[in-house]
């Protein structure tokens, strides 16, 4: 069944803090901090103004909104609802009109192929049991010619070292638990899988934390947090 690619635990961690989406201060706060890089990084390939975009583990909209501020047409999923009524909410206060769902990206892909021009699924994969089965959904979701923009961590010691203990427990950066090493993903098994699903790479980029600015920027180094851009080619 196509809904069975989701880890329930996931979930209901995102669930519990759903309320906090919007607080710039809570666990959500890398979010906030890197959205205007990471729209920056899609901009540098696709003009986004009036694209059809879908948003892929959207949680509580934060590049959702980002998107449909910069003119594009924006539908959200996610396979936590609670985030899905905030995310909601938030846009109706914002008034935004985005188009939020309680859907699964292997669902949304049976009732919407070849719909969208550009997908976005960020901090997404690393949550999810087979993330081969959401990069194939993104392959049939998008249009000829469509882009796709994945965001992960990557898995070595590094990114260990500064995702689950820097991050998670010394600079409290991020909700201790949100990352398991393990289900992390190296570009090289995320360009595979594109690869295989028929997908063609674009770019690959890196975002580092600069820990003395305590900001990030976008950087060829791919160690830890990094991007890549695919097309359907
Ligand atoms: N993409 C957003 C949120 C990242 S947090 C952003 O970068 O701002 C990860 C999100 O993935 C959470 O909202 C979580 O609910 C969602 N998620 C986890 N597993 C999922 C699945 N199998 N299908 C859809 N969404 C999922």
Redesign the pocket.
């Known amino acids: 069944m196509s809904t069975q690619?989701?880890?329930p635990i996931?979930?209901e961690k995102?669930?519990q803090i759903a309320h906090k989406w919007w607080d710039k201060e809570s666990e959500?706060k890398t979010?906030h901090q890197i959205?205007p890089l990471?729209l920056g990084y899609i901009q540098k390939f696709v003009d986004i103004q009036g694209k059809n975009i879908l948003?892929?583990?959207?949680?509580?909209g934060?590049?959702s909104e980002a998107l449909a501020e910069t003119g594009a047409t924006v539908t959200g999923?996610?396979?936590?609802k609670k985030?899905i009524k905030i995310a909601q909410l938030h846009a109706l206060e914002n008034n935004l009109n985005i188009d939020y769902k309680h859907i699964?990206?292997e669902e949304m892909a049976i009732q919407k192929p070849e719909s969208f021009d550009v997908i976005?699924?960020?901090?997404?994969l690393e949550?999810?049991p087979n993330p081969e089965s959401?990069v194939r959904a993104c392959y049939q979701l998008l249009k000829p010619n469509g882009w796709v923009f994945f965001?992960t961590i990557n898995r070595n010691l590094k990114s260990y070292a500064l995702m689950v203990v820097a991050a998670e427990y010394v600079l409290n950066m991020v909700q201790r638990g949100t990352h398991d090493y393990a289900k992390f993903i190296k570009p090289s098994e995320l360009a595979r899988m594109a690869r295989h699903v028929g997908l063609t790479q674009i770019d690959g980029y890196g975002l580092v934390y600069k820990p003395l600015s305590k900001s990030f920027e976008l950087s060829p180094d791919m160690d830890v947090n990094y991007f890549l851009a695919m097309q359907k080619i």
């Open positions: 690619n989701v880890d996931e979930i995102f669930s959500f979010l959205n990471r948003d892929m583990g959207c949680g509580g934060i590049l999923i996610d396979l936590a985030s699964s990206a976005t699924c960020m901090e997404m949550h999810v959401i965001s």
